[in-house]
């Protein structure tokens, strides 16, 4: 057995950075590394072919950050160590068991019993290889754990706001939280999140992409307006649940003047961005939105009398689950672009709404390609969900406030904006499908 300070010399960070930087889920690979260290392993002495945990503490030009590794170790003939990753390579349950018995700074919090005999009778593993900013995989046939790459507090939304749904309100729309991986340090911090596995037929995105094209165009389109009224209700369920959630910092509030400016703020900064994908080689082609940046600006909801309260953050069909019974929400984390502050902050209701009536827009572009049909159709999906939730809101008690519309309206467009400075960052052929939307909004103003 080797302490790791043993161990992990600058060598091997320096190899484990590179060998990571490519995955999603290095959220500062466009940043130059200036240092890189540990602040944290469990376990503190490991041996070949161990499981561990790193936290690792990274410099940068633009401050310190955080990240956290679920690594393997290997050593070499010639007794060089070298670190693989445990979730992918199947190691990581080894770590979970002997966590599960120590209880120590690195702890898995209040264990339900569904992932202790998950964890002690050595149930699958299975890796999830998906596209996102953690890692997620299967712990036998009930529980699924993500490990989140960058450590937050236990205020973590993706945490906390199902845990809260679920003690404040009967919805089932979210999945049931069964442990925790917290560090206690100097601050306690979430590293996984381990909740029950729903069975589902797929994201939304997916199933109805996959449906599109194993149905007739007719039969499709009827079962996705179905899909569509079913989804608008359960949002408005769970904006009902999340807006009963009695707890301090997580109940409904007005909005404030500092709310105004902070989002104000944030808004001037995207509009920083997006005037750089205009004055970009494509942007010639859409010269015509000069209009937005002159009069987009922030809605004073504080004026409007809006409520505040907590909001999923990044809402679209990839985060709802296509079950038996019925739309299940999941990956509560916010905006991959956005700060944790901004994360755990509560917000509109329509924020959500719009994430996902822009969703729409993507998902019959994506299957039907360019043109107005691909527009008209996704503006009938728009509604079809927009009334839906108004109803069901209605009906179920709630009080939408005035003008509720109007800021639904505004939210579109601030989304469609940061959609099109992701797109432009990320992925630029899909550039076209926000842009094509800002500019019938641009036609009226």
Known sequence: MKKIEEIVTEELLD???????????????????????????????????DPLIVILSL??????RYMDLAVTLHQDTKGRFHFTDSIEDGKFPELLERMLKDRGAMEIHNPDEMLKR???????????????????????????????????????????????????????????NLGTIIFHGKEDLCICVFSSFIKNYGDYWKYLFDTSRLKDNGDFIIEARMEA???GKAIADLHIAMGNIQEENYGKEPFSQSDYER???????????????????????????????????TLNLSKKGEMKQPIHGDLHLGQILKTDSGP???????????????????????KDLAGLTRSWNY???????????????????????????????INAGG????????????????????EAVYEWNNRPGMLWIPMEFLRRVASRL
């Open 59 to 64: 410099d940068t030009h633009e401050g310190s």
């Open 399 to 418: 009080r939408l406030n005035q003008g509720w519309e109007e800021t639904l309206s505004f939210f579109e467009t601030e989304k469609a904006i940061y």
């Open 15 to 49: 190899e484990t950075i590179t060998k990571f930087r490519s995955r999603r889920w290095f959220f500062i690979r466009q940043e130059e590394i200036i240092s890189a260290g540990i602040l944290w392993a469990y376990p503190e002495e490991v041996e070949d072919g």
């Open 363 to 393: 998902i019959w572009h994506f299957i039907l390609g360019p043109g107005e049909l691909p527009e008209k159709i996704s503006e009938e999906f728009r509604n079809i969900t927009v009334r839906a939730y108004e109803n069901e809101f």
């Open 229 to 231: 009224e079913s989804i």
């Open 263 to 297: 989002m104000k703020h944030q808004d001037r900064n995207l509009l920083v961005e997006f005037s750089r994908v205009l004055a970009s080689p494509y942007g010639v082609l859409y010269r015509d939105m000069a209009p937005i940046t002159e009069k987009f600006f």
């Open 328 to 350: 299940v929400i999941i990956d509560f984390e916010g905006e991959p672009m956005a700060s944790m502050e901004d994360r755990i902050s509560k917000g509109s209701p329509m």
């Open 118 to 176: 998950a964890i002690e009778s050595r149930e699958s593993f299975k890796s999830l290889k998906l596209e996102q900013s953690n890692s997620s995989f299967l712990l036998g046939s009930n529980v699924i754990g993500k490990f989140l790459r960058t450590p937050s507090g236990t205020d973590n939304p993706d945490y906390k706001i199902p845990i809260l749904i679920r003690k404040y309100s009967n919805f089932k729309g979210v999945p049931e």
